[in-house]
């Protein structure tokens, strides 16, 4: 349910799109510090590592339980997605592909909580803003997204050597001759920097998006008026289960191009 909105739904929209920040302490834009994307993001990790650890100890090798069952899905499916993409050693991007998966799945999901619960309790805190999609935070996707291309960088030299990579930076696509090492440098270049870009655009646009919906909606709870009141009750549920499939396909996509784009760095053009 939403609070009773001061100053119209302009002001409640905005007053929830603010972030939790270090007193003055921040500096504004790309760099700035946002508490509650990393409390709840570092919360959602302990979470999901906890119940995998939990279920691991319990796990029988005869008929398993419904949590184990379910944790099984769940690896058959990532492990599966991995190998199709991947034809090498997935001792590493297997645990890794199931680790983006499920912690963006979670990040995700905060969505689905009433709009001001989060900041109704924080607020008991003395905490005046706190946003609970963690996802909905541009810093946050960014911050995902360039830490998936430090590990392409990392395996492009791996899988190729110092000298191997180099030379492709140089040479691909255009050929070796010497004329062409600057363009296909600078394409290279542009090639790499776009792909966090459109990890953490991609996922950000589409979870703020469901976020400002949902505020929206909640909108209608304090109008004032018992059939716009219902309309939002209905309006939240019917985006509540439209957005399942929404915070899932998101979570999937950003584990599937974090395979195929170290998967990539592997290639030898």
């Not at 590493?92 to 592909?97: I, R």
Request: proline share 4%.
């Amino acid at each position: 349910m939403a609070s009773e909105p001061q100053g119209g739904l302009t002001e409640y929209i905005t007053h929830h799109l603010q972030h939790f920040k270090p007193l003055r302490m921040s500096p504004e834009g790309f760099w700035s510090v946002h508490i509650d994307s990393l409390t709840v993001s570092l919360v959602l990790g302990i979470v999901f590592c906890l119940w995998f650890w939990a279920m691991a100890r319990k796990a029988t090798s005869g008929v398993p339980g419904k949590g184990q069952a379910f944790v099984e899905i769940i690896l058959e499916f990532v492990d599966g997605q991995v190998k199709d993409v991947f034809h090498g050693d997935r001792s590493f991007l297997g645990p890794l592909a199931l680790t983006v998966f499920i912690w963006v799945f979670l990040m995700n999901a905060m969505d689905l909580l009433p709009v001001d619960l989060l900041p109704w309790i924080t607020h008991q805190f003395g905490i005046g803003h706190f946003r609970s999609v963690p996802t909905a935070d541009l810093n946050l996707t960014f911050a995902m997204s360039i830490t998936v291309l430090l590990l392409v960088i990392f395996y492009s030299f791996k899988a190729k050597g110092f000298g191997g990579y180099t030379h492709e930076l140089f040479t691909a696509p255009f050929g070796a001759h010497p004329a062409l090492w600057i363009p296909n440098f600078l394409l290279n270049i542009v090639e790499l920097l776009s792909k966090p870009v459109s990890l953490s655009m991609r996922l950000f646009g589409n979870m703020y998006a469901g976020e400002l919906v949902f505020m929206l909606i909640a909108g209608l709870f304090s109008a004032g008026s018992w059939w716009l009141y219902g309309m939002g009750v209905i309006g939240y549920t019917i985006w509540g289960i439209f957005h399942i499939l929404i915070i899932s396909i998101q979570a999937f996509i950003f584990m599937v191009l974090t395979i195929v784009y170290i998967s990539m760095a592997h290639d030898h053009h």
